[in-house]
């Protein structure tokens, strides 16, 4: 079993940055991928970015390349997302997600399908 905590977010103004944190505690980081998704009130769940354990490949939602950068700290069984130049269209439950499987691309865990465990989400609201 996995338990993952996401925490970091809360009220900030567009143009502001934010670090979110997921932290991991069971079987961890042996996982292969740990990826970012978020959900805005009355939409689908949308993946944010992604990134391969031991590796530096990442992978990013259009919306937020060039913003965000997705990160972790093996010694802390903790990833990162850094969200900079906010938007208010950025406002959502963010959620970090670990994956097992094993796509040759990262590209390839940019849905839910290949994930396994999901942390409960931390709410992300940016005002105008």
């Known amino acids: 079993q996995v338990q993952l905590v996401e925490s970091g977010g809360g009220l900030v103004q567009a143009g502001d940055s934010l670090r979110l944190s997921c932290e991991a505690s069971?079987?961890?980081?042996?996982?292969?991928?740990m990826g970012w998704f978020r959900q805005a009130p009355g939409k689908e769940r949308e993946f944010v970015a992604a990134?391969?354990?031991?590796?530096?490949?990442?992978y990013y939602a259009d919306s937020v390349k060039g913003r965000f950068t997705i990160s972790r700290d093996a010694a802390k069984n903790t990833g990162y997302l850094q969200m900079n130049s906010v938007k208010p269209e950025d406002t959502a439950v963010y959620y970090c997600?670990?994956?097992?499987?094993?796509?040759?691309?990262?590209?390839?865990?940019?849905?839910?399908?290949?994930?396994?465990?999901w942390g409960q989400g931390t709410q992300v609201t940016v005002s105008s």
């Open positions: 069971g079987r961890t980081f042996s996982s292969n991928v």
């Open positions: 997600a670990v994956s097992w499987r094993t796509y040759y691309y990262v590209k390839d865990y940019s849905t839910q399908t290949p994930y396994d465990y």
């Open positions: 990134t391969r354990w031991g590796t530096s490949s990442t």
